[in-house]
Nanobody
Framework: QVQLVESGGGLVQPGGSLRLSCAAS????????MGWYRQAPGKQRELVAA???????NYADSVKGRFTISRDNAKNTVYLQMNSLKPEDTAVYYC???????????????WGRGTQVTVSS
């Protein structure tokens, strides 16, 4: 089994910054893509940003220029630096990882439990 644990959420004023972290642990042989998704009340979960093991990234149009995704492959950790936050960024943010399990070399998609980000004055 693999666990993803997010941290770094909280309450921030508009224009402020937060940095989310997500650490993967457990039976991991390797991790391919890692990403951040978010879900606001009454809305579907959407991709915010993703990064491959080689460092290629893609972003939702709504966060381009404001958010930066990065990862530390040695620590199996992905980060999301969020700047110039807006009230519409308020959501639960979920970490996702495409893991090759060490016990059987199967690909499996894992999710964290989510961390709340609230942007409000």
């Amino acid at each position: 089994q693999v666990q993803l644990v997010e941290s770094g959420g909280g309450l921030v004023q508009p224009g402020g910054s937060l940095r989310l972290s997500c650490a993967a642990s457990g039976s991991i042989f390797s991790i391919n893509a890692m990403g951040w998704y978010r879900q606001a009340p009454g809305k579907q979960r959407e991709l915010v940003a993703a990064i491959t093991s080689g460092g290629s990234t893609n972003y939702a149009d709504s966060v381009k220029g404001r958010f930066t995704i990065s990862r530390d492959n040695a620590k199996n950790t992905v980060y999301l630096q969020m700047n110039s936050l807006k009230p519409e960024d308020t959501a639960v943010y979920y970490c996702n990882a495409d893991v090759v399990e060490a016990r059987n070399y199967y690909f499996r998609d894992y999710w964290g439990r989510g961390t709340q980000v609230t942007v409000s004055s």
